[in-house]
Antibody, heavy 120, light 107 residues
Framework: QLQLQESGPGLVKPSETLSLTCTVS??????????WAWIRQPPGKGLEWIAT???????YYNPSLKSRLTISVDTSKSQFSLKLNSVTATDTAVYYC????????????WGQGTLVTVSS | DIQMTQSPSSVSAPVGDRVTITCRAS??????LAWYQQKPGRAPKLLMY???TLQSGVPSRFTSSGSGTDFTLTISSLQPEDFATYYC?????????FGQGTRLEIQ
């Protein structure tokens, strides 16, 4: 059974870089059928798609975050990662990693999420 | 970007009732529409996709329909475990966008 697990610091200072990793188990990150995504949810608010990556390294970014964002994949570790620089309090959110399904850009499987707070 | 608008923002209903949530896209998304259920402190869970296909393991009391710009999610007979927040998502193109959510509360 596919499992996704987010990891990274729970507290980041303003202006610094938020770095998270998603570890995939129970399935191959290199499968040609699937893309992988990051989504976030500020406390008490709705869902915002951040970015999507393929095992080959092809990426799609949310235009509203693109200038501050880098995502990457390490197939040898079955991981993909997110770096968001110059963070502010508005980047405080639960960050989820997920796997896209094979029907359009649906989000079929999700990690449990990790809360990242931006505060000094 | 394709804007997704859900209505209502919140709804209160008793167990056993039938509830319908609406989602409207600002552009034609064909049938590339998904619905998610989210309970407090939990990750969203995929319920429906390609507008009307039930995800494996989801009870048949959940149905959805629509195409183009107008979609609905219906829960035919509310159960206690259905009280949650529901989101629609357009799955047609990037950037992926979600509706603002509909909070379903027990009456």
């Amino acid at each position: 059974q596919l499992q996704l697990q987010e990891s990274g610091p729970g507290l980041v200072k303003p202006s610094e870089t938020l770095s998270l990793t998603c570890t995939v188990s129970g399935g191959s990150i290199s499968s040609s059928h699937y893309y992988w995504a990051w989504i976030r949810q500020p406390p008490g608010k709705g869902l915002e798609w951040i970015a999507t990556i393929y095992y080959s390294g092809s990426t799609y970014y949310n235009p509203s975050l693109k200038s501050r964002l880098t995502i990457s994949v390490d197939t040898s570790k079955s991981q993909f990662s997110l770096k968001l620089n110059s963070v502010t309090a508005t980047d405080t959110a639960v960050y989820y990693c997920a796997r896209h399904g094979s029907s359009g850009w649906i989000l079929e499987s999700w990690g449990q999420g990790t809360l990242v707070t931006v505060s000094s | 970007d394709i804007q997704m608008t859900q209505s209502p923002s919140s709804v209160s209903a008793p167990v056993g009732d039938r509830v319908t949530i609406t989602c409207r896209a600002s552009q034609d998304v064909s049938s590339w529409l998904a619905w998610y259920q989210q309970k407090p402190g939990r990750a969203p869970k995929l319920l429906m996709y390609v507008a009307s296909t039930l995800q494996s393991g989801v009870p048949s009391r959940f149905t959805s329909s629509g195409s183009g710009t107008d979609f609905t999610l219906t829960i035919s007979s509310l159960q206690p475990e259905d009280f949650a927040t529901y989101y629609c998502q357009q799955a047609k193109s990037f950037p992926i966008t979600f509706g603002q959510g509909t909070r379903l509360e027990i009456q």
